[in-house]
């Protein structure tokens, strides 16, 4: 082969080598502990220690993954929640109204959890009014919890004449979408 080796590698090719003696007797190894290759205490308990400390890696990497995972399901619960409450002020289910800070009823018995503001401003328009939809995690577990801010543009409730339905009136285009997240 010319000298060359192709392919396979030898641990001696690295710097390693290891002796192993085939006649290895223990009680001669008492004697002469060189006569026999073994590891040592030492190199167990580093080997553990690696170990230990790997595993502690892991679990740290793993509850940080959970919590992101978390946050951003309540995140998108949140943006979810938002965009039901300006469906229903568009399709006039709910009152073109100011509310400040309410429990959001979500009919699960997860009342508790979210909370909801909405405030109806004036625009350059008359006929126009927008509404800002904010909502927020109540929940006491959470380090910083998730609030969205959403804001869409409508008819001006009070504008709308007399004959025509406000149900129908009441179509908004989306204006701006505000996240602020908890991380």
Known sequence: MNGKRRGRFRISDFGFRIKRRRN??????I???QFCSAFTLLEVILAIAV???ALASIGEVMRMAYQSADSAAAESEAQILAESILGELATGMRPAQAVQTAPLDLGDGRDDEWQYSILIEPTMRDEIVMARVVVESVRENTQKPPRVELAQWFLNPDM????????????????????????
């Not at 129908?168 to 996240?179: D, E, N």
Request: hydrophobic share 20%; net charge negative; charged share 5%.
């Open 51 to 53: 170990l230990a400390i």
């Open 24 to 29: 290895c007797n223990p009680q001669s190894a």
């Open 31 to 33: 004697h002469n502990p």
């Open 160 to 183: 709308v004449p007399s004959g025509s339905n406000t149900n129908t009136g009441a179509t908004g285009t989306p204006s701006s979408g505000v996240t602020e997240s908890g991380q």
